[in-house]
């Protein structure tokens, strides 16, 4: 099976950014499980594969990407792409019924989000307890 020429030659210019010591490489906008597993052939330094939902690329799990040789995966619009959702789903209930009573049990609470934030540590920050801030940083 050949790859489609583009495809080539993208494999072409990765090999030449590994001859040139590149440390890890992409190859984008793959479309076919067959010409990812060529690109794993004809390259030795590890592969990256982006996993966009609805993109070119197959999208695969964790393991079957191993499994063709990837060493490396990110799935970079993932939670961006169900955050958006749920951004959708709180406002579409906030218009249809003036609350969002139903979706509280799906949000963080107040105390969570400040922790995931690290407002805990800015408000001793604004304590002036620099000195106990820096070893939890350190």
Excluded: H, W
């Excluded at 190859?27 to 067959?34: D, G, Q, T, Y």
């Excluded at 052939?41 to 594969?49: D, G, Q, S």
């Amino acid at each position: 099976t050949l790859m489609r020429s583009s495809a080539a030659s993208d494999v072409y210019k990765r090999q030449l950014y590994e001859q040139a010591g590149a440390d890890i490489i992409f190859v984008e906008s793959l479309e076919s499980v067959e010409e990812m597993r060529m690109v794993n052939e004809a390259i030795a330094k590890p592969t990256i594969a982006n996993m966009v939902e609805g993109g070119r690329t197959p999208y695969l799990t964790a393991q079957e990407l191993q499994d063709l040789g990837y060493r490396l995966v990110v799935f970079p619009v993932s939670t961006l792409y169900a955050a958006m959702q749920s951004v959708l789903d709180v406002l579409g209930e906030l218009k249809a019924t003036g609350t969002v009573d139903l979706s509280a049990g799906k949000m963080v609470n107040f105390t969570q989000f400040n922790d995931l934030i690290g407002l805990p540590l800015v408000r001793e920050l604004e304590e002036n307890r620099f000195d106990s801030v820096a070893k939890k940083l350190r």
